[in-house]
């Protein structure tokens, strides 16, 4: 299996993004949120609109390949002493191959480059119910740093454990 990043910059990859989050949210979040809270969300935060603005806002999305072949995305932001990861995200036929591993292990890479220099954590949220993604979470590191709600918009709330890993700079 040979596992490859590509990052997103074309209009052509911000729809196979688009068309891989519809598919991956809706296996997600299916038995944590309505389905209308899924749409809600979705059109917010994965439509192709919603992935300019954040390519635009110098968020970082890139598509994880295997065997070149779309199995996932991950986006992140650069905050300064620390990455944010907002979304990573593995179809389900590619799950438990380690993908999400390889991943997070891009970002003890980068941080021997001088740009990320100064990064000493990585940073996610995960709705609290999602016990599948908190396991993958923890096994890789992370560990729970608090909890927040946070008012999404149009009635919906997002119920997150924010957590955090240090970066592994060998």
């Given at each position: 299996m040979r596992f490859d990043v590509m990052p997103v910059v074309t209009e052509k990859?911000?729809?196979e993004i688009e068309t891989t989050a519809r598919n991956v949210?809706?296996?997600y979040y299916k038995d944590i949120f309505s389905?209308?809270?899924i749409d809600y969300m979705f059109e917010k935060y994965q439509s192709r609109a919603a992935v300019r603005r954040q390519i635009e806002a110098r968020n970082i999305y890139y598509m994880l390949l295997v065997d070149n072949e779309l199995a996932g995305y991950m986006c992140y932001k650069?905050?300064?002493d620390h990455v944010f990861i907002s979304r990573l995200y593995i179809k389900p036929e590619y799950r438990?191959?380690?993908?999400a591993r390889r991943a997070i292990a891009l970002f003890d890479t980068m941080a021997k480059i001088?740009?990320?220099?100064?990064?000493k954590t990585l940073r996610l949220q995960v709705e609290r119910k999602n016990t599948f993604a908190i396991n993958v979470y923890e096994h890789l590191g992370f560990y729970k740093i608090k909890s927040i709600d946070t008012d999404i918009g149009n009635g919906f709330y997002c119920n997150d454990y924010v957590m955090e890993?240090?970066?592994i700079k060998n």
């Open positions: 990859q911000i729809a949210w809706q296996n389905p209308e809270q650069n905050c300064g438990r191959q380690g993908l001088e740009e990320f220099d100064s990064i890993r240090k970066i």
